[in-house]
């Protein structure tokens, strides 16, 4: 199917997702005055719309960047036709209500009613939101979506932070990051030693191990960091969305494949008491509205790259694979990370054997009903 059937398909799927949404949300409309739930406080007369929810939604990455940034719109113009202006929900940029790496727990502590983040940044305080957000040589988007949906992903999801007074609701799947910036190509585990690098998740504490000296930064100060030398290199994105950010003006060779994140997701956070509150019916527009953001966020994100990476010999940069042995090395880490994060906290061993077991399956599937990529 070309890229441009596969846009299509997504745009028909969201439009059939909202249709339904303003079905269900017209039914959840009640006179004007008689509804307004959690997080609104508007009032109005006969013939004006009632804001049912009326949130703000701080978010870890800025709306200039596709897919990443992006996505949130999305959902919030979605979630306000849907329901004709009654879920009308303000966006902010990183660092404007809260920082960038606390939106969970601001919202855990309902400073805000909701939030648009990667679990990632919650690793510190949650081990396994490490897994629910990027897993090196981990799923592929379609199959941690089709975990996450169909199998256990979303239920342990809400197990691990309904204990934090949150509700998360997967809204964004993307492909692989690419493995890095760099201002020299990496031709051995030699290269890695003492490289200074921004790196995030499970990943990161990989490359740590390996020799390197992996630090975790937002996305507005990485640039910075590279032109003072503070850093040697940095990952951050898809390559689309690492053009925003300008990384190539600097570090001029982008390596792959992505190893670390071959899939990256990114959910809407809401406050538990707050979710708990709202009507199934605004709760079903939610799930609607996340879920053709996630199909959305895969189409996109999978449609910019190959253009952008063509473009790469007008701005000097190089594009090049991360030796065999390197990635081999880097896979052998890996597994060992992860097993002694299993060992120490309960939550992320279930977690990982839910996601193992799930692709053990999975791969049965994978390996006899596609084509092998030498034939793509």
């Known amino acids: 199917m070309s890229r441009s059937k596969i846009t299509n398909t997504s745009a028909a799927f969201a439009v059939a997702i909202a249709f339904l949404a303003g079905l269900i949300g017209s039914l959840a409309l009640r006179p004007a005055g008689e509804q307004v739930a959690a997080g609104s406080g508007d009032s ?9 929810v009326h949130w703000r939604l701080p978010l870890s990455f800025q709306t200039t960047m596709p897919v990443l940034g992006d996505n949130p719109i999305y959902v919030t113009e979605s ?48 081990p396994s939101s490490a897994l629910l957000a990027a897993v090196p040589f981990g799923m592929e988007p379609w199959e941690y979506a089709a ?20 509700h998360p609701l997967l809204c964004s799947t993307i492909g692989p990051e690419t493995a890095g910036w760099y201002r020299k190509p990496i031709k ?47 990952e951050y994105s898809m390559p689309a969305i690492d053009e925003i950010l300008g990384f190539h003006k600097i570090a001029k060779y982008n390596l792959f494949p992505g190893w670390h994140q071959p899939s990256t997701s990114t959910h809407l956070l809401i406050n538990l008491d707050i979710w708990n509150e709202l009507s199934a019916a605004d709760q079903a527009l939610f799930e609607m509205a996340c879920t053709a953001a996630t199909m959305r966020a895969i189409t996109r994100g999978e449609s910019l790259q190959g253009a952008q990476i063509q473009g790469f010999a007008d701005k000097g940069v190089t594009a090049a694979k991360l030796p065999d042995d390197v990635i081999e090395e880097l896979k052998r880490v890996s597994l060992e990370v992860i097993n002694e994060e299993a060992a120490k906290d309960a939550d992320f061993k279930r977690v990982w054997e839910s996601q193992q077991a799930f692709h053990e399956q999975y791969q049965v599937w994978k390996e006899w009903g596609y084509l092998p990529r030498n034939f793509n």
């Open 188 to 234: 051995g585990l030699d290269d890695l030693q003492g490289l200074k690098i921004r790196f995030s998740g499970l990943g990161g504490m990989v490359l740590n191990e390996i020799g390197a000296s992996a630090t975790l930064m937002a996305g507005g100060e990485i640039f910075a960091a590279l032109e003072k030398g503070t850093l040697d290199a940095t």
């Open 147 to 166: 975990w996450w949906f169909e199998g256990e992903g979303s239920g342990l999801a809400a197990e691990i932070y309904h204990q934090r007074n949150v």
């Open 44 to 52: 109005a007369s006969t013939g004006e719309v009632v804001r049912r």
């Open 79 to 126: 979630l306000r036709a849907a329901s004709g202006g009654a879920v009308d929900i303000r966006l902010f940029e990183p660092g404007e209500v809260v920082p960038a790496f606390g939106i969970s727990e601001a919202v855990r502590d309902g400073k805000i009613e909701a939030g648009y983040t990667w679990l990632g940044y919650d690793q510190g305080r949650i």
